[in-house]
């Protein structure tokens, strides 16, 4: 066992890693780490060189995760993901401010992550526990307090609050859109490399439903980009692999940094919303609904 632990690269340079690649930015990812930029990039540095190969590509304003730095990011969530999870498990019994949260990895990693760590540094004697799911159903363990769900609101045996609605666009990286310049209105797209879902929430809308809302006839053709995985296919945009669709509250900080741009100026209002979701066999005690609440005037 310990041989095999000391061929791990060092854990800080794995911790700057995971906030980096989460974030898509060294700045940010400094920011949360509370470190300086040179520090987190010298953690990164120290990680390319002991893996012997690049995990980011640097653009010139902004990075990207190489193939490699994508294989790194999945083990390094999950890991320590699993690693949060134990803990808060092992401290349970001496803390009475934990709440348990449950949502899918997309919601996790693009919506919940870059905002709830205001709320940690807020309410520091909260103590929170995630469960990350592809999905969010009715496989979630009953401990769990809050489920973030996206749908119509209305699960028996639940109380749903509205967290926020959404419009969907069709976005690409920057360079894909400046080699296709003749991509001006909805109808142009039908022939491009569109990049589908499959075995995703059933409740979230695809191409179908987007050429329909604004009136283009549609029909899927047999070459596509297909992926299982929300995240993944937004980075199979970003890497100009094609188009995808975009939830704009979830790819908004892909937007702002530039990673991301909408294909035709047009958007589409998304059929579903995302809702706080609770057990009413389970109340909410004062951590939960402070949680709650916190999120609840982050969309306002």
Known sequence: MRTGLLRLPPANSLVAFEATARHLSFKEAARELRVTSAALSRQIRILEDNLGCRVFERLHRAIRLTAEGRRLQEAATAGLGAI?????????????????????????????MPRIGRF???????????????????????????????????????????????EILAVCSPDYLKRRPGLRTPADLLGERLIHLENVDPRWEDW?????????????????????????????????????????????????????????????????????VYSNQRPLGPAARALRDWLQGETR
């Open 84 to 112: 949060a999870a134990c803990v808060g498990e092992l401290r349970a019994p001496a803390r009475t401010e934990q709440v348990g949260i449950a949502s899918s990895f997309a919601f996790a990693t693009l919506w919940l």
């Open 120 to 166: 940690i540094l807020e309410h520091p004697d909260i103590e929170l526990r995630y469960v990350v799911l592809e999905t969010i159903g009715d496989n979630v363990a009953e401990d769990v307090d809050i489920r973030f769900r996206y749908g119509t609101g209305r699960w028996p045996g639940y109380t749903a609050d509205k967290l926020y609605e959404d």
């Open 208 to 276: 179908s439903t987007w050429f329909r809302a604004l009136g283009v006839k549609y029909s899927p053709r047999k070459v596509g980009q297909r992926m299982n995985s929300y995240i993944v296919a937004v980075q199979a945009a970003i890497d100009g692999v094609g188009i995808s669709l975009g939830w704009r509250r979830m790819i908004d900080g892909h937007l702002r940094q530039g990673l991301l741009v909408p294909v035709v100026d047009v958007a589409v209002p998304a059929t579903n919303a995302y809702y706080q």
